[in-house]
């Protein structure tokens, strides 16, 4: 593997890892102090680290941490298809190492964080892919090529995954991402409903790239366009 791609591989590992450990920590701290952080507070912390990872990765990887993420730029021809596997392993793996350490951290807590229905698994998936397609949505439009980076994408995409975990999170556990899921149930043992929080967010990306060539800019997710590193958001003059 060469050089830069295994930087890119390190830092989507990394990224993975801290936002499982910081987002689904958040959870296992809060079920161990007895609702000391609250629903808002795990919601703002997911959120927040969002946030952070784009401003700390995003020059780098482009901050992707979901494999959905990585998929949907793919479908929107911003990102190279050799690069896609590298990546979500990178990722998953990222997830599974930050649920080891919860797990080795607090052994008695039964789910890790996992993301669990509250109602009927439907009932999530269908919620997981409209969470997803929102905050996939957002990425593309405010993402250059296939990078999140910079100011304005940091704090609106951490602010999409603040609002969504914060109204969501009660019913679906408001994943958005295969990564973050999987690591908690594997280490957890609560594979019942994996699935959904799998197919779901893959779906709803898809659907965002699918909108966002119904509405945005011509070229900037067609079916034809070159992979880019940038993608203008001014129309060219004619």
Avoid at 91 to 105: D, E, P, Y
Avoid at 199 to 205: E, H, K, R, S, T
């Amino acid at each position: 593997m060469e050089r830069q791609m295994k930087r890119k591989c390190y830092s989507e590992f990394i990224g993975t890892f801290i936002l499982v450990f910081v987002g689904t920590g958040a959870v296992v701290m809060n079920d161990v102090s007895g609702g000391a952080i609250t629903h808002v507070g795990i919601a703002i912390c997911f959120g927040l680290v969002v946030m952070a990872m784009i401003h700390t990765l995003g020059e780098i990887s482009g901050a992707h941490i979901n494999p959905a993420v990585t998929v949907a730029f793919w479908l929107a021809n911003r990102f190279e298809g050799r690069e896609v596997l590298p990546y979500v392993a990178s990722q998953i793996a990222g997830g599974l190492a930050a649920s080891t350490v919860l797990l080795l951290m607090f052994p008695e807590h039964l789910t890790l964080g996992a993301t669990l229905p509250a109602g009927t698994d439907l009932q999530s998936f269908v919620l997981e892919i409209i969470l997803t397609f929102i905050l996939m949505f957002v990425i593309i439009t405010v993402s250059v090529g296939s990078k999140e980076q910079g100011l304005l994408a940091g704090i609106t995409i951490g602010a999409v995954v603040g609002f969504e975990a914060m109204f969501a999170g009660p019913i679906s556990g408001a994943s958005m991402n295969p990564a973050r899921s999987i690591g908690p149930a594997l280490m957890s043992g609560q594979l019942q409903s994996l699935w959904l929080y799998v197919v779901a967010p893959m779906l709803g990306a898809a659907l965002a790239i699918t909108t966002c060539r119904l509405i945005q800019w011509p070229g900037c997710c067609a079916d034809d366009n070159p992979i880019k590193e940038k993608c203008s958001k001014e129309e060219s003059d004619r």
